[in-house]
């Protein structure tokens, strides 16, 4: 699915500049341990850590986009980071379960 | 739901005894703690990747009934004897996050907060 | 000599806590991993060094094993993964990112002796791996990575780097 059709049908708001790539999977996590062993290249990230170690994880798997859940924006420095590495950066207003279920919804697995 | 047939549905293992526990109808899913005390879930199941003993006393605060560890996590000793302790369940799926979200989502458990 | 493209996949993933202690004698700072379930946050002298516990983090570290030709390398020699920032014409790590561009992202592996006194560090093969690991998860290819040693760096007790660790997961805020 690409990124436009989640963005759209799920109400996201971008906070960085962004590509409409092809998402390949969800991995859900609020740990950078977790995201370097676990999640799979171009997939959406969905978590609640917006610290720039959480940047560091997505870049060095090739996360295709981060979803912060329940509205969690990261810090200036944070965000210019992820626009530096090309990792696109969106935010939902609801929480992990909820955004999970809506994506679920969509067909995403 | 019952505590068994949310288990079955994750396929999870049981690491400590599962009895006595009422039907659970909701459930919190994060990594982090904060999120768990800060949107109160009292009689939820938790879904989480962190095995530390905060984990725990985390469900205890909340009001957490079960505990579930994603990604095939497995707590310490220490940990799983402090869930004894506080008679609450703790399981292991080898599941990440979102397969375990979803699958809880089409059984109809909804999301606690 | 093997002649294998190798393609490498995550093997042993040991999950714990990256310890970080300094020397408040010669400032140096040392890391190491740990698989305790409570992360030891005790005092000791080794040596000239007298370590004091600086910051305990959850953590990953593993191995990487060929899935076709089986040779596995063994990388309990690394401590973590920082993702350089560094642009430092007189570190030799700032200069490699200078000279490779902002589509290449550095990333340093940790050995547990920042000071090098022994001169050991994350081997050469650990590193080779980790970069063709990584770079062969890369779907978009749009990117590229490269992994270095931590001793390619003028001073990594004052890099600025992002270590990829887990802070604030059992904080309060």
């Keep these: 699915m690409k990124i436009s059709e989640v963005v759209n049908k799920t109400g996201l708001e971008a906070l960085t500049s962004w590509d409409d790539e092809e998402l390949t999977g969800v991995y859900i996590s609020d740990m950078v341990s977790d995201i370097i062993t676990g999640a799979t290249g171009c997939g959406l990230l969905l978590t609640l850590q917006t610290h720039k170690s959480l940047i560091a994880a997505a870049n060095l798997v090739d996360v295709g986009a981060v979803v912060f859940a329940r509205d969690k924006r990261p810090a200036a420095d944070v965000v210019e980071l992820a626009e530096k590495a090309g990792i696109a950066l969106f935010s939902t207003p609801v929480d992990t379960w909820s955004y999970a279920a809506k994506l679920f919804e969509l067909g995403m697995r | ?113 | 000599m093997s002649t294998c493209a190798h393609s490498w996949s995550m093997t042993g993933i040991r999950s714990g806590y990256l310890v970080v202690e300094g020397c408040y004698h010669c400032g140096a700072r040392s890391s190491f991993f740990s698989t305790e379930p409570v992360a030891p946050v005790d005092e000791y002298r080794e040596g000239a060094h007298f370590w004091e516990h600086l910051a305990g983090y959850q953590a990953v570290t593993f191995d990487l094993r060929c899935d076709s030709c089986g040779k596995t390398i063994d990388l309990s020699d690394m401590m973590g993964l920082m993702l350089s920032t560094c642009d430092d014409p007189g570190c030799e790590v700032g200069r490699l990112s200078l000279e490779l561009g902002k589509k290449t992202s550095i990333y340093v592996a940790l050995c547990a002796d920042s000071s090098h006194a022994g001169g050991a560090c994350v081997s050469d093969a650990g590193v080779k791996a980790l970069t063709e690991y990584f770079n062969q998860r890369l779907h978009s290819r749009r990117r590229s990575i490269v992994v270095v040693p931590c001793k390619m760096c003028d001073r990594i007790d004052r890099c600025t780097g992002i270590v990829i660790a887990d802070t604030g997961l059992t904080d309060f805020y």
């Design chain 2, 1 to 113: 739901m019952k505590l068994a047939e949310i288990a079955a549905a994750l396929s999870c293992t049981a690491l400590t005894p599962a009895d006595g526990v009422a039907d659970i109808e909701t459930v919190v899913a994060s990594d982090g703690m904060s999120e768990i005390l800060a949107f109160p879930s009292p009689g939820a199941v938790m879904l989480t990747g962190l095995t530390n003993i905060q984990s725990v006393r985390t469900a205890v605060v909340a009001d957490v009934h079960a505990i579930v560890y994603v990604r095939g996590k497995q707590p310490a000793a220490p940990v799983l004897e402090l869930a004894r302790d506080k008679g609450i369940p703790v399981f292991t799926t080898k599941l990440g996050m979102f397969e375990a979200c979803g699958i809880l989502y089409v059984t109809g458990l909804k999301g606690a907060m």
